[in-house]
């Protein structure tokens, strides 16, 4: 199912935009001229749960033209500790159409396309054609793998954050001058437990993705390519680790 909130011209920012957005506008290093690429960009957010909550209110705040959200799950209760998207009255809506209500409440001046599908290797062409940059925001590795090869298909960027228990990663891949998700992770199917989680870490981990979205769109330079940021959330330790590719990935390396 697809539904798009509004249906807008990507020509320059009006009156009310320059309003909406005086705050960035006015930050150093950023001005009419990123808000403008930000205008023209369309972003693919993988996931509206509790990394895709806080990246694409981020990302709608912050006037990105085009945002394409996709979830094939329906909001649960306990999934409101953390995913913030979603509300008590949304309990059995799907999350794609939560996430289209509440973002086209935040900013109606911007095309917010939502999508109530699952994400595999035959549907994620159409879902992510033309997306600037992929976000991450998934829970899982074998869907992970999905946007992995399209990606490197399509050399489109993507902005990725994962959660275990109290820790937690962010890292930007941009094919191909960096590692790929298939070089940081082994594809092992899932268990089906619950994982735990606190809220909090995962609004951390969203925000910072959609921080580093809008660096990229905007043309500020990220410094996450080739490093992988790690989140100890209980002792509030931040520590940047190398990242490299490996030469025998099946997926991004050289063939033999
Ligand atoms: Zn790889």
């Not at 807008?8 to 403008?36: C, H, S, V, W």
């Not at 794609?96 to 900013?107: G, K, R, V, Y």
């Amino acid at each position: 199912m697809r539904k798009i909130a509004s249906q807008k011209t990507l020509d320059m920012l009006t009156q009310n935009e320059e309003t909406r957005y005086l705050r960035q506008l006015i930050l150093p290093d950023f001005g009419a001229a990123a808000q403008q690429r930000i205008k023209n960009s369309k972003v693919f957010v993988a996931g509206a749960g509790g990394l895709g909550g806080p990246a694409s209110i981020y990302l709608a705040a912050a006037g990105v033209g085009h945002l394409v959200i996709v979830d094939r799950d329906r909001v649960e209760l306990s999934n409101l500790n953390r995913q913030i998207l979603h509300s008590t009255n949304d309990i059995d809506v799907p999350k794609a159409d939560s996430a289209l209500q509440t973002l086209s409440e935040l900013n109606p001046d911007i095309i917010i396309e939502t999508h109530h599908v699952s994400i595999d290797d035959s549907s994620i062409s159409e879902l992510a054609k033309d997306a600037t940059i992929i976000v991450d925001c998934l829970d899982n590795i074998p869907t992970r793998m999905v946007l992995n090869r399209y990606s490197l298909s399509t050399n489109t960027p993507i902005v990725h954050a994962g959660i275990d228990c109290w820790t937690a990663q962010l890292t930007v891949l941009q094919p191909p001058f960096t590692p790929c998700i298939n070089c940081l992770f082994e594809d092992v199917p899932e268990d089906g437990k619950p994982k735990p989680v606190l809220g909090a870490v995962a609004g951390v981990m969203g925000t910072m993705q959609a921080l580093e979205t809008l660096k990229f769109l905007s043309g500020n330079t990220t410094v996450l390519q080739n490093k992988l940021l790690f989140f100890d959330a209980q002792n509030m330790d931040w520590v940047k680790i190398d990242l490299h590719k490996n030469p025998h990935c099946p997926q991004c390396g050289q063939p033999t």
